[in-house]
């Protein structure tokens, strides 16, 4: 029997988890920081919010238009997906004219914004890559008794249906 | 030869949206090439259009290199961050297909090899942490950038390592090496995102580290927010087109001819015993 059905449901002792140590990391650099200013924080989350949302439904449109194909309900989804990516990129673009005043800056800053997102997304799959592939190094590593199924040979599609009657 | 008009040429690739923005936007056309059928002409242009995207990016990087824009500021990074990145991976792959591996068996030995490439990796940023970095990295745009890779980079080593140990102890059996490892690596991932943030590094000071923290990762995290919503969204989109779609129509009952043809290829291919 598997480990995790004696244990209950893992997904809540890993949120917790994942939770616990966000704060604490926060509370190690407010600790060293001496606080920090909550709603620049709540303007940043606000902003890295939307301008996420607009690039990743255009990087979705350009997926779809690149494999769009005669079978496909197109017009739901790439029309929805323009709408999506243009309602973020100039919710964006607007407030960030509010915030820096002038049409140009408000482009300055959704380059930063995209080129820091893109930026952390590589950060996250290198070190994604590098913890699960190491563990899958340790996982993989164990050996096992041999498994009867797999010594089976193949009949290459030669087979015989005995029916009952 | 037009010596102008190459110039010219070279001018328009210095535009961040031309040798930046649209690269990355066909690398993004290219992955919609490669979703297609095998036999659809788009198969044949993924090759082009990678080629293209990567070319424009190179001679993006080249020409204007040195200069303070954001985007050859993240070139830059991840120009440097690509060897221990690169490490890391190989390492990785080394040590899983050196081990009891089904497919691509590599010889045992290499596997103490793997897994100290994979390390080698980890020290590699952590020694560029404490080294003076390059010009590209050490002040203004480029520093910030950087400084947001590691602390996102340290900050992804702590909670899936954590989370990875956590899955060793509840799901495997017996895992308690495994588990012992991955809370080493987290170890290591807090030891130097502590000592970052209570002592700074070679050429930033514990304010800067701090600042950009306060500054860029609340950012990402809304990013990584917005752009699950985003997924989120196209789900809805495809859902909604494919609830709108109408039904199939009714499929005509197979014919004599048909029947016999199903028939005679069902008894070619199958040899049915009869008990009794």
Same mark, same amino acid.
């Given at each position: 029997?598997?480990a995790?059905e004696?244990?209950?449901?893992?997904?809540?002792?890993?949120?917790?988890?994942? #939770?616990?140590?966000?704060?604490?990391?926060?509370?190690?650099?407010?600790?060293y920081?001496?606080?920090?200013n909550?709603?620049?924080? %709540?303007?940043?989350?606000m902003?890295?919010?939307?301008?996420a949302?607009?690039?990743?439904?255009?990087?979705?449109?350009?997926?779809?238009?690149?494999?769009?194909?005669?079978h496909m309900?197109?017009?739901e989804? #790439?029309?929805?997906?323009?709408?999506?990516?243009?309602?973020g990129?100039?919710?964006?673009?607007? %407030?960030?004219?509010?915030?820096?005043?002038?049409?140009?800056?408000?482009?300055?800053?959704i380059? %930063?914004?995209?080129?820091? /997102?893109?930026?952390? /997304?590589?950060?996250?799959?290198?070190?994604?890559g590098?913890?699960?592939?190491l563990?899958l190094?340790?996982?993989?590593?164990?050996h096992?008794?041999?498994?009867?199924?797999?010594?089976?040979?193949?009949?290459?599609?030669?087979?015989? %249906?005995?029916?009952?009657? | 030869?037009?010596?102008?008009?190459?110039?010219g =040429?070279?001018?328009?690739?210095?535009?961040?949206w031309?040798?930046?923005w649209?690269?990355l936007g066909?690398?993004?056309?290219?992955?919609?090439?490669s979703?297609t059928?095998?036999?659809?002409f788009r198969?044949r242009?993924?090759? !082009?259009?990678?080629?293209?995207?990567?070319?424009?990016?190179?001679?993006?990087?080249?020409?204007?290199?040195?200069?303070?824009?954001?985007?050859?500021?993240?070139?830059?990074?991840?120009?440097?961050m690509t060897?221990?990145v690169?490490?890391?991976?190989?390492?990785?792959?080394?040590?899983?297909? =050196?081990?009891?591996?089904?497919? +691509?068996? !590599?010889?045992?030995?290499?596997?103490?090899?793997?897994?100290?490439?994979?390390? =080698?990796?980890l020290?590699?940023?952590?020694?560029?942490?404490?080294?003076d970095?390059?010009?590209?990295?050490?002040?203004?745009?480029?520093?910030?950038?950087?400084a947001?890779?590691?602390?996102?980079?340290?900050?992804?080593i702590v909670?899936?390592s954590?989370?990875?140990?956590?899955f060793?102890?509840m799901?495997?059996?017996?895992?308690?090496?495994?588990?012992?490892?991955?809370?080493?690596l987290?170890?290591?991932? +807090?030891?130097i995102?502590?000592?970052?943030?209570?002592?700074g =590094?070679?050429?930033?000071?514990?304010?800067?580290?701090?600042?950009?923290?306060?500054?860029?990762?609340?950012?990402?995290? +809304?990013?990584?927010?917005?752009s699950?919503?985003?997924?989120?969204?196209?789900?809805w989109?495809?859902?909604?087109a494919?609830?709108?779609?109408?039904?199939?129509?009714?499929v005509?009952?197979?014919?004599?001819?048909?029947k016999?043809?199903v028939?005679? !290829?069902?008894?070619?291919?199958?040899?049915?015993?009869e008990?009794?």
């Open positions: 029997m598997m995790a004696d244990q209950g449901p893992w997904w809540r002792i890993i949120a917790v988890m994942i #939770i616990l140590i966000f704060i604490g990391m926060n509370l190690i650099v407010w600790q920081s001496g606080g920090a909550f709603s620049e924080i %709540l303007d940043d989350l902003m890295g919010f939307i301008l949302f607009g690039i990743t439904t255009l990087v979705l449109l350009m997926v779809s238009v690149g494999s769009i194909h005669r309900h197109w017009r989804q #790439i029309v929805g997906l323009v709408l999506f990516s243009a309602l990129i100039s919710l964006s673009s607007w %407030l960030y004219e509010g915030d820096m005043g002038s049409t140009d800056n408000a482009i300055y800053e380059r %930063l914004g995209g080129a820091m /997102l893109f930026n952390a /997304l590589t950060a996250v799959l290198a070190a994604s590098l913890v699960l592939g563990l190094a340790l996982i993989t590593g164990r096992h008794t041999n498994d009867e199924l797999l010594e089976l040979e193949s009949t290459q599609g030669d087979v015989s %249906l005995q029916i009952p009657e | 030869m037009n010596l102008n008009a190459n110039q =040429s070279m001018e328009g690739i210095s535009n961040a031309l040798g930046f649209l690269p066909l690398i993004c056309i290219t992955i919609g090439f979703l059928d095998r036999k659809d198969q242009l993924i090759g !082009l259009t990678l080629l293209l995207a990567i070319t424009m990016l190179v001679l993006y990087g080249i020409e204007t290199s040195g200069s303070d824009a954001s985007e050859i500021a993240l070139l830059a990074v991840l120009f440097d060897p221990p690169s490490l890391m991976a190989i390492g990785a792959l080394v040590a899983t297909f =050196s081990g009891p591996s089904p497919v +691509g068996q !590599l010889p045992r030995g290499l596997r103490p090899m793997g897994f100290l490439l994979a390390i =080698s990796g020290i590699w940023i952590g020694w560029m942490l404490v080294e970095p390059p010009g590209a990295r050490s002040d203004g745009i480029g520093e910030k950038i950087w947001t890779w590691v602390l996102v980079f340290l900050s992804c909670i899936t954590t989370v990875s140990a956590a060793c102890v799901m495997g059996e017996k895992r308690n090496r495994e588990a012992l490892a991955m809370s080493s987290a170890l290591i991932g +807090g030891g995102f502590i000592r970052i943030m209570g002592q =590094s070679t050429d930033l000071s514990t304010l800067g580290w701090h600042d950009i923290y306060w500054d860029q990762i609340p950012f990402i995290i +809304g990013g990584i927010a917005g699950t919503f985003g997924v989120m969204g196209f789900i989109l495809v859902y909604i494919e609830k709108r779609a109408p039904d199939p129509d009714v005509a009952p197979l014919t004599l001819e048909e016999a043809r028939r005679e !290829l069902l008894e070619k291919n199958l040899t049915i015993k008990e009794g």
